[in-house]
C-alpha cells in the first residue's frame, strides 16, 4: 500500500473508531442504540459529533453492500442497534423495556434501587418522562407505579414520607430507618428504608445537585452514610 493509501487507511480506521465511541456514548446515556437523524453527541473538534447523520451513513452502506462485515457485526453487537431505523417509539425495543420495567416492580414491589441493578434500563425511563409518547403510550408506563414521576416529585413525596415516619416514632430520627420500613400516606405505602438506600446512593454516586442534597440532610438524624444499629428495630419493621 503506497503512503497516501496507508494515511487514508488510517484516517478511516479513526473515524469508524471515533463513531463507536460516540455510539456507546450514546447507548450509556439513553439505553440504546436509538438515535434520531438530527442528534448530536459529544463535542469533538470544538464542533458537536453528528451522530444521527453518521447512523443513517451506516444503515445506507449496509443497504448498497458495501460495510464490511466486521462492522456489521460490531454495530449489531450494539444494544437495540437497527438496519430499518426506528418507528417512534412504536417498535419492539420499546415494549421490550417497558416489560423489563414491569418485571422489575412485581420483582421488587417499586421502581426504588433501579438505577443501581439496571441504570441503561432507568436511563431509557428517563427520557421517556419528556419524550413526544403516544396517548397509549403513556397510559401503558402510567401503569407501571412511580414511572412517570419526576425525580422532584419522588424527592418532595419521600422528604414528606420521612418527616411524617418520624413525627410517628417518638425518640426515633432518620438514622432509624430500616431498609424494610414503609410509611403510609393516604392509601399509598411509602417503601422509605428502600428510598434512603437509594438517596444515599446518588449522593455517594455524586447524582445529587445540592438543592436536593440539603433537603434530605434537613432531616432530623440523617446520615449520608448507613448508621450503626444504635436502637432496636422500629415498630414498622418488627
Not at 451513513?57 to 450494539?78: A, K, M, P, V
Amino acid at each position: 500500500m503506497s503512503g497516501a493509501g496507508s494515511e487514508v487507511g488510517r484516517t478511516q480506521a479513526s473515524a469508524w473508531s471515533t463513531f463507536l465511541e460516540e455510539l456507546d456514548w450514546w447507548i450509556e446515556e439513553h439505553g440504546e442504540a436509538c438515535v434520531p437523524q438530527a442528534a448530536t453527541s459529544r463535542v469533538i473538534d470544538g464542533v458537536p459529533y453528528p451522530l444521527g447523520q453518521r447512523v443513517k451513513n451506516q444503515r445506507i452502506r449496509y443497504r448498497q453492500g458495501t460495510l464490511g462485515g466486521s462492522r456489521i457485526h460490531e454495530l449489531e453487537s450494539r444494544a437495540g442497534w437497527s438496519w430499518s431505523g426506528y418507528a417512534a417509539r412504536s417498535s419492539k425495543i420499546w415494549e421490550r423495556h417497558v416489560s423489563a420495567l414491569r418485571e422489575y416492580v412485581s420483582e421488587n414491589g417499586s421502581l426504588d434501587g433501579l438505577e443501581g441493578i439496571n441504570p441503561l434500563l432507568s436511563r431509557w425511563l428517563r427520557t421517556q418522562r419528556d419524550a413526544a409518547l403516544t396517548s397509549s403510550q403513556r397510559r401503558e408506563l402510567g401503569r407501571i407505579p412511580g414511572a412517570l414521576e419526576q425525580r422532584k416529585v419522588r424527592l418532595e413525596e419521600f422528604i414528606t414520607a420521612m418527616r411524617g415516619w418520624i413525627a410517628a416514632e417518638p425518640g426515633r430520627c432518620a438514622g432509624d430507618v430500616r431498609f424494610s420500613t414503609v410509611f403510609r400516606i393516604g392509601r399509598q405505602m411509602i417503601p422509605i428504608g428502600r428510598r434512603v438506600a437509594y438517596w444515599r446512593s446518588r449522593y455517594a454516586a455524586g447524582q445529587l445537585d445540592d438543592a436536593a442534597a440539603a433537603a434530605i440532610a434537613s432531616l432530623p438524624g440523617w446520615e449520608w452514610t448507613q448508621p450503626s444499629e444504635r436502637h432496636a428495630p422500629a415498630a414498622a419493621d418488627r
